[in-house]
């Protein structure tokens, strides 16, 4: 089992910035990559950026540039640095632990509520 929890949301107003942060716990030797998704009312979750052991990243079209996903395997916490934040960024963010194999498997955090408003 691993263990996800989050923090770091909050309220901000449109172009500010917050930085979540996801310390992983538990069989995290298992683990292959962590990532942050993210769900709006009336919206499916979504990918927002993700990171491998091997450090290789992957961010949705809507946050590059403006988002950065980063890792510290010394306390095995995961941060996602969120600039520029807009109103259509509002939404429960939910960190993901993910084994690739034997077998796949998602392990997910409670989710911290971001709101961006002014």
């Known amino acids: 089992q691993v263990q996800l929890v989050e923090s770091g949301g909050g309220l901000v107003q449109p172009g500010g910035s917050l930085r979540l942060s996801c310390a992983a716990s538990?069989?995290?030797?298992?683990?292959?990559?962590m990532g942050w998704y993210r769900q709006a009312p009336g919206k499916q979750r979504e990918l927002v950026a993700s990171i491998t052991n091997g450090g290789s990243t992957n961010y949705a079209d809507s946050v590059k540039v403006r988002f950065t996903i980063s890792r510290d395997n010394a306390v095995n916490t995961v941060y996602l640095q969120m600039n520029s934040l807009k109103p259509d960024d509002t939404a429960v963010y939910f960190c993901?632990?993910?084994?690739?194999?034997?077998?796949?498997?998602?392990?997910w955090g409670q989710g911290t509520q971001v709101t961006v408003s002014s």
């Open positions: 538990g069989s995290i030797f298992s683990i292959n990559a």
């Open positions: 993901n632990a993910r084994r690739w194999a034997g077998p796949s498997y998602d392990y």
